[in-house]
């Protein structure tokens, strides 16, 4: 049993607060990703765990016991660096045994937890070499061998990937996920790549300057993000945002656009946002819900025509460019559906899927 | 057909790349290379290789500048190694001040980690360090003179003070000190450059080595020996040779100090080879001693890039 406790954790560097009291409960054997721009404080959080930062005010518990004081040594826990961190001067083996050897366990017993890490990480056949024999993969893997050789209580992920090409990268995410089906410890993961947050996480949380915008599982945050930011940092491309004005229709709700533009919300929705009649809001649609509509009905209010102002195909699908009320949009449509740019494109808002935002909080409504 | 302007014919002509004088570019980048060595290797010969080799070519013959060379064979090195007391007495104490360089280190060693640290003012504390290396070698001589004199000496003056002498003590003029007291002006002076290579070399240690060494469970102690040492092996090698070349050569220092004096308790190779050249006019036995000097040191220098494992001084963290 291995839990992570965060309660109400700040860290300031002299007069600047970088984390700004925040809480978080990581459930034994959970996989949680911290994730979000460079500077929101996701690294500095880890590190407070691993007790390489000092901690300003707040406690960290690891299961039951407040670990703010402790060395990171008597933490029972295991990092993962970005640049890897494995020792130049010390073979893959040697690497490995490295925390073993201050833990009392005798040489036939790291023997046998180095070679079975190895085996688990397909690296036995490199324990003689030195790390810079090693290719960037092959480092990875050794580094993670050096975190799961003593079964620690939680594993931290610093960037772990990001040095990394990107073919790369997707196959090591796929031995993560693999690794903690295999040994299930309790692994909080810093990344700034939503992608890879989306595809590792249980759970996901999303930091921003130093506070957490929201926590949730990837269809959480994906599909019901609680605030502008979120939308607008998970997914690619991001969720269109676009400033807009809740009014009242015949039969009830409709967000308007733009001066042609109105359209209706579903009457689900309608009771949630029911006293933002006359308000501006932020309307939030993914691109993936904005449907084609070659054949729509002219007369069909909802149906949007528009000038295609870029194309990116990507082979499953073509990423559509047009504006709305001078904002860019991206709807992502059939391939071969919108061919030149300048062609008029006809589509047709998923309204069930849309979000309305708070644009003085940013919060979702 | 098109036709070219005058001034097109110009500005082609101005485009067109000059014809190098060697046509291929490996003999281009060859003839290059060795222009550049010229002017180094000229010194290096003039200055090295033909002394070195007229002093192996005196060795083995009576020479002196007012007599004709006879061949002597062995003649110098059989005096030297069988009935010179005084040769014996040269190798012993450079043997000694050799230590100079490990000591040398080990205290660098600590300065450098110590300016390493998030220590105040750790700037100024570096050049302070460092400020007793490009200070003349004569310079340093006579500063250290004065703080081991037995009248004026500051050294004398503070153990005075403190009441833990009775009678100054003769540093530079006492067989048992002086020797010792001229190492510790050496240190002093090559302290400060040992420190900066040092610290260039824990520099490039990467932090989350540490980082990573303390969530594995390794105390500072434990890093310092498992991580930082190990890293550190090629400067401190580097360290090592300069060091060795330093104490073999370090005429200056003792000349002004001690003079090799008292008796020949500080004595060292090079001040002997000079003693027995210039002083006592036997040039062909300084060329004897110049070479076994040199056979010495060379063993010395090529064993410890050896123990570095033949990358003294690299930075390679990787």
Not at chain 1, 159 to 173: G, T, W
Not at chain 1, 342 to 365: C, H, N, R, W, Y
Not at chain 2, 63 to 90: C, K, N, Q
Request: aromatic residues 10%; charged residues 20%.
């Amino acid at each position: 049993m291995a839990t992570v406790t965060l309660n109400s954790l700040y860290k300031n560097y002299g007069e600047t607060e970088v984390v700004h009291g925040i809480d978080l409960e990581v459930g034994h054997q959970e996989f949680v990703v911290l994730v979000g721009p460079s500077g929101c404080g996701k690294s500095t959080t880890l590190r407070m765990v691993a007790g390489l930062e000092d901690i300003t005010r707040g406690e960290i518990w690891i299961d039951d016991t407040c670990v703010n004081e402790l060395e990171p040594q008597h933490r029972d826990i295991a990092m993962v660096f970005q640049d890897y961190a494995l020792y130049p001067h010390m073979s893959v083996f040697q690497n490995m045994a490295f925390s073993l050897q201050y833990r009392g366990h005798d040489k036939s017993d790291i023997r046998r937890r180095v070679l079975a890490a190895a085996d688990i990480l397909n690296i036995s056949e490199l324990l003689e070499r030195r790390p810079k024999q090693l290719s960037g993969g092959q480092r990875q893997r050794v580094a993670m061998g050096r975190a799961i050789v003593r079964d620690p209580k939680v594993f931290l992920f610093d960037e772990p990937l990001s040095n990394l090409d990107a073919k790369l990268r997707v196959s090591m995410r796929g031995e993560i996920k693999k690794l903690h089906r295999r040994v299930a410890t309790t692994s909080i993961y810093v990344t700034h790549d939503q992608v890879e947050a989306m595809t590792l996480a249980d759970r996901i949380v999303i930091m921003n300057a130093g506070n957490i915008e929201q926590i949730g599982t990837p269809d959480e945050v994906y599909s019901k993000p609680a605030s502008v930011f979120v939308a607008g940092f998970v997914g690619s491309p991001t969720m269109n945002l676009l400033p807009a004005e809740l009014t009242a229709a015949d039969d009830g709700l409709a967000v308007r656009l733009d001066n042609d533009i109105a359209l209706r919300i579903p009457e689900t929705k309608r009771q949630r946002y029911a006293n933002y009649v006359g308000q501006p809001v932020v309307f939030g649609l993914r691109p993936e819900n904005i449907l084609w509509s070659p054949n729509g009905a002219a007369q069909n209010d909802a149906l949007i025509r528009r000038t295609a102002e870029e194309i990116e195909p990507l082979g499953s699908d073509t990423l559509v460019f047009f504006s709305i009320g001078g904002r860019e949009v991206v709807g992502r449509l059939p391939p071969n559906s919108v061919r030149r740019i300048g062609e008029t494109v006809s589509v047709l808002p998923e309204m069930d899927a849309m979000q309305l935002f708070d644009p003085a909080s940013g919060k979702a409504i | 057909m098109a036709t070219t302007t005058p001034e097109e014919a110009i500005a082609g002509a101005l485009r067109r790349p000059r014809k190098p004088l060697i046509a291929k570019r490996r003999h281009r980048q060859v003839v290059l290379t060795y222009l550049f060595l010229i002017p180094a290797a000229t010194v290096f010969i003039l200055y090295r290789l033909i002394p070195l080799g007229w002093n192996f070519v005196l060795s083995f013959q009576f020479w002196s500048p007012t007599a004709p060379a006879e061949f002597a064979g062995l003649y110098h090195y059989e005096e030297m190694f069988l009935f010179d007391d005084v040769f014996r007495d040269a190798l012993k104490n450079t043997l000694i001040y050799m230590l100079t360089a490990p000591i040398g280190i080990i205290m660098a060693l600590g300065l450098a980690m110590l300016v390493n640290s998030q220590i105040r003012s750790r700037g100024l504390y570096r050049t302070l360090i460092f400020l007793s290396y490009p200070l003349m070698t004569v310079g340093v001589g006579i500063i250290w003179r004065w703080l081991y004199d037995e009248k004026v000496g500051l050294f004398n003056f503070i153990l005075r003070s403190l009441g833990l002498i009775d009678e100054p003590i003769a540093f530079l003029e006492s067989f048992s000190t002086a020797l010792a007291s001229v190492m510790a002006a050496a240190i002093w002076q090559i302290l400060g450059f040992f420190m900066i290579i040092l610290l260039t070399g824990l520099q490039n240690i990467p932090e989350h080595l540490y980082e990573a060494a303390s969530i594995d469970g390794a105390n500072r102690w434990r890093q310092f020996y498992r991580i930082t040492l190990p890293l550190l092996r090629p400067s401190i090698f580097l360290c090592l040779i300069i060091g060795i070349i330093a104490s073999f050569t370090s005429f200056d220092l003792i000349f002004v100090m001690t003079n090799g004096g008292p008796g020949h308790a500080t004595e060292l190779l090079i001040t002997y080879i000079y003693r027995s050249a210039f002083q006592l006019s036997q040039f062909d036995y300084a060329g004897a001693l110049t070479v076994v000097m040199f056979v010495f040191f060379i063993t010395i220098a090529i064993l410890a890039n050896f123990v570095a494992g033949g990358d003294a001084g690299k930075v390679d963290i990787n």
